[in-house]
């Protein structure tokens, strides 16, 4: 039997991971929910990771999210302790990017499992390098699940309209460094941008949007995938982040059918061109010239092939792989 545990999170990838062990039919540990604030959310931890004691059995395997704070360690040794066996799906590597412990007390952490899905290549490469020497696997893209359904128009807006969503906060100072812009716009959603400080004609903010909405009214022809202090390339701790993480904003794009811009250097750009559904810029100043380049023959297939991508993030794809992946890894190791 497979078991995972659900934690109720503002977090849109975890609760999409945990929708599709549902629908797998995979058996929920967590039974009693004490609620959303942080003394619920500990009791809730902790009363579904003991459990591990008296429900699991020798041969199941456990299914857990990482990072799971405090309770991770607990869980993998307890399920260890029952002759069950542990895959771990990876959403944030704390030693990369908070440096709140060492590459080295992660992976020291991460050894109690059998089994990681990781981002991408060079996520994998990493920990590695670092030490872990389970099996893994790469999961490409998280899936967005969603039951909006996208537009399909395939011709491009002229100008060109590139679509920037999500949290506007302190990972996101390039905003206010924009360059000038000729043949492209950028439309501007989300929570935490100060208008005030926009220097750039080119940028219209249009302030929050539900997913759900955004996915099936947003017109836009590319969406862009940046973070951190500058338009000149991706730093700062955020943008140097994107060099081994796959950020689900990549993903929301996709689900909505709208094609995306990324960095060159980040851990995604690989993935990006070999499915044909983006572009890949060295800095953002590139953007105008590299749209120039594009034909709409060029434009539509790749807008076909972001839909297609949509249809596979809305159904879990990407995750159920990695699911196969690990479960034909632990058969194999018996």
Excluded at 301 to 319: D, F, H, N
Aim: glycine share 8%; net charge positive; aromatic share 12%.
């Amino acid at each position: 039997m497979i078991h995972f545990i659900e934690i109720e999170t503002i977090n849109k990838a975890k609760r999409d991971i945990d929708e599709i062990c549902r629908r797998e039919g995979y058996h929920n540990l967590t039974i009693h929910d004490f609620g959303s604030g942080g003394v619920g959310r500990f009791f809730t931890k902790l009363t579904s990771v003991t459990s591990i004691l008296w429900r699991l059995r020798k041969g199941d395997v456990l299914f857990l999210q990482y990072p799971m704070k405090k309770f991770y360690k607990m869980a993998c040794s307890l399920a260890k302790m029952r002759g069950a066996r542990v895959v771990t799906i990876i959403h944030d590597l704390g030693a990369f990017r908070r440096h709140k412990l060492t590459a080295e007390q992660e992976n020291q952490r991460l050894s109690k499992t059998d089994f990681l899905i990781v981002h991408n290549p060079t996520m994998r490469q990493y920990l590695i390098d670092h030490g872990f020497k389970g099996g893994m696997h790469c999961l490409q893209i998280f899936d967005f699940l969603s039951e909006s359904q996208p537009r399909t128009y395939d011709v491009p807006h002229r100008p060109w309209r590139v679509v920037y969503a999500g949290g506007l906060g302190r990972r996101n100072d390039f905003l206010y460094q924009m360059p000038a812009m000729d043949n492209w716009k950028l439309d501007l959603y989300g929570e935490g941008f100060m208008p005030e400080r926009n220097k750039c004609e080119g940028l219209k903010y249009h302030g929050f949007m539900k997913a759900d909405q955004f996915i099936s009214k947003v017109e836009a022809d590319f969406g862009l995938v940046w973070d951190g202090d500058s338009p000149e390339a991706c730093v700062g701790s955020w943008g140097e982040y994107l060099r081994i993480n796959d950020p689900h904003k990549t993903s929301f794009y996709l689900r909505a059918g709208i094609p995306v811009i990324v960095w060159s250097q980040a851990a995604m750009a690989p993935f990006i061109r070999e499915e044909g559904v983006g572009i890949v810029i060295d800095s953002i100043s590139d953007i105008g010239k590299t749209l120039a380049q594009l034909s709409p023959a060029d434009y539509r297939q790749m807008k076909q092939q972001a839909l297609l991508m949509g249809q596979r993030l809305a159904q879990g794809y990407y995750v159920k792989e990695g699911l196969k992946a690990a479960l034909g890894y632990l058969k194999n190791q018996k």
